[in-house]
């Protein structure tokens, strides 16, 4: 049903979202088209991963809204195509790693759920443990599994905070490798330049609720000097708005 689609575009118009008194986004606004793929940089505490839980439905925003193509992201519809993975990932402890993917899988819909399921532990390298429960497996793996639960249903949108986290080079690199192969619309939270380069080619920069910059990984590099490198670049971008 999915397959071949275009995937569908993201977007935050003027949403603004308090907590409490502190309002993390002060009227953000952008738009990815379908198929874009965005790296979304900014220092801690900019609304990074506050965007992230409004454009899945986790947070309603004050003011504004948020679209994941035609729909609200609390709809169903839009439940069925977005695949998160949130920042502090927590599969259900008390189950093992295969049920947690059957779980969910069958909870989005996935069909041949099992069939599905093997080909994840495999690429994922996670075959050994999937009897294990999550609460005795090490950080990376729970990492594994928290990204195969966020594309168990082929997601037309991934929304991912710090994907890379926690995992050894091998299963970066199938990450990386699985995440490029995927037609979909991605934005992805990173701190590490070199996330951003390899999974994106264009980039959003925000701070303190608000973007600043937007454009290409090509454009941001020659904003910098001969010889600077992108971290550089984006350092004295984020610390000149500070
Ligand atoms: N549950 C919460 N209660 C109160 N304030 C919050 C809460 N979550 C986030 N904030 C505040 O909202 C702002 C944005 O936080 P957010 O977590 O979205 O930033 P971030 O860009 O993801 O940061 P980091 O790079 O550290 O992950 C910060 O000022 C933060 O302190
Ligand atoms: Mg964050």
Known sequence: MERSMTPPSIELKGVSKYYGNIEALKGLTF??????RYALLGPNGAGKTTTLKILVGLLSPN???????????SSEEAHRIVGYLPDDASPYRSFSVRENLEYIGALRGVEDVSDKVDRLLDYLQLREYERSKVGSLSRGNVQKLALALAIVH?????LLDEPLNYLDI????????????????QLVSTHIMEVATRLTDKVIMISRGVVIWK?????????????????????????DVL
């Open 31 to 36: 738009r990815l088209e379908p198929g874009e």
């Open 63 to 73: 003011s504004g809204e948020a679209r994941i193509g035609d729909f609200s992201p």
């Open 170 to 185: 091998p299963t970066q690199e199938n990450v990386i490798d699985y995440l490029k192969s995927f037609n979909s619309t």
């Open 215 to 239: 454009g290409t990984l090509v454009e941001l590099k020659k904003l910098g000097k001969e010889g600077e490198s992108i971290e550089r670049v984006v350092a004295r971008m984020l610390t």
């Open 154 to 158: 082929k997601p037309s949108v991934l």
